[in-house]
């Protein structure tokens, strides 16, 4: 069994930063990729960045040039610095991982999520 705990979340105004993290903790043979989905009031949940074990990255169009994914393999926690937050950034953060079993077979696990408040 897995566990993704995350951290970070919190009230920030406009233009401030904050750094959220999810470690991940349990009975993990390969960490594939990680990553953080977002979740607003009356909204669905959206991929906002995700990251694989091999270094590759991929963000949703509104938070390019903004918020920056990274994973340290070693501590199995990934990572998101978001700079300049704007209000449409309030959302509830949840952290997402792809994991390998012992015997090959794979698994999602979700993080129990952070709220993040940006106020105007």
Not at 56 to 80: E, H, M, P, W
């Amino acid at each position: 069994q897995v566990q993704l705990v995350e951290s970070g979340g919190g009230l920030v105004q406009a233009g401030g930063s904050l750094r959220l993290s999810c470690a991940a903790s349990g009975t993990i043979s390969r960490m594939n990729a990680m990553a953080w989905y977002r979740q607003a009031p009356g909204k669905q949940r959206e991929l906002v960045a995700a990251a694989t074990s091999g270094g590759s990255t991929n963000y949703a169009d509104s938070v390019k040039g903004r918020f920056t994914i990274s994973i340290d393999n070693a501590k199995n926690t990934v990572y998101l610095q978001m700079n300049s937050l704007k209000p449409e950034d309030t959302a509830v953060y949840y952290c997402y991982a792809h994991i390998i079993s012992s015997r090959g077979a794979a698994y999602d696990y979700w993080g129990q999520g952070t709220q993040v408040t940006v106020s105007s």
